[in-house]
């Protein structure tokens, strides 16, 4: 069974879209805006992939600020995200970090 999405690679598109999936359903009140920070080769590549446009569609209407830091790789694993809500007066409401991508998990 195959699932459409965008981009060319699941673990660099479906599987960060559904990350911004989980992390937006689990906030308790509707942030301002939403920064989520790439690293490695997730940052590397994500541009050709679509990484930013899939997250960006996931979350849906709160303002997203993408970051791109490919010369960062975490010690857990190469693919990483960090996601962070913040409120009206610019103050974190949530932070989440995700590690290892793969297909839709």
């Not at 598109?13 to 989980?22: E, F, K, R, T, Y």
């Not at 590397?44 to 899939?54: C, Q, S």
Request: charged share 20%; hydrophobic share 40%.
């Amino acid at each position: 069974m195959y699932k459409i999405g965008k981009g060319p690679s699941s673990s660099h598109s479906m599987a960060p879209a559904g990350a911004a999936q989980l992390f937006v359903a689990g906030l308790s009140s509707k942030p301002s805006h939403i920064r989520v920070i790439l690293y490695g080769s997730l940052a590397a590549t994500g541009k050709g992939h679509l990484t930013d446009e899939a997250i960006t569609e996931a979350v849906g209407a709160t303002d997203v600020d993408i970051q791109w830091q490919a010369d960062k790789t975490l010690p857990k694993h190469p693919n990483a995200m960090d996601f962070i809500a913040f409120d009206k007066q610019n103050k974190i409401i949530k932070k989440w970090r995700c590690y290892r991508f793969g297909g839709d998990t």
